[in-house]
């Protein structure tokens, strides 16, 4: 069975970092382009990074920019999301996503993990 998982989520302070990852079960993430997605509640799916599977070229989203950094560990066929200076406005479920070619919208990504919950305090 072909699927994606992430961890690595949990409870955050403001301003403070957190780093998500990605792994792949059944496949290997290296032949893939891999994207990182959020959804807040009440809000829709929106794409944070992406990681191209040809030369590991970046896309961020401008929210994303400066703060986030996305990239692969091919040794340990991982990719990861690391996130700093984190606001509360960035809590959120996080999802990775594969799919082949290139970076694009969440509705062109073939295999999507469960989500994983990034929260702060209350």
């Known amino acids: 069975q072909l699927q994606v998982v992430e961890s690595g989520g949990g409870l955050v302070q403001p301003g403070g970092s957190l780093r998500l990852s990605c792994a792949a079960s059944?496949?290997?993430?290296?032949?893939?382009?891999i994207g990182w997605f959020r959804q807040a509640p009440g809000k829709e799916r929106a794409g944070i990074a992406c990681i191209s599977a040809k030369n590991n070229s970046t896309v961020y989203a401008n929210s994303a920019k400066g703060r986030f950094t996305i990239s692969r560990d091919n040794a340990k066929d991982t990719v990861h999301l690391q996130m700093n200076s984190l606001p509360p406005e960035d809590r959120a479920i996080y999802y990775c996503?594969?799919?082949?070619?290139?970076?694009?919208?969440?509705?062109?990504?073939?295999?999507w993990g469960q989500g994983i919950q990034v929260t702060g305090p209350s």
């Open positions: 996503a594969a799919r082949i070619r290139v970076c694009t919208t969440a509705d062109a990504y073939g295999f």
């Open positions: 059944g496949f290997s993430l290296s032949s893939y382009v």
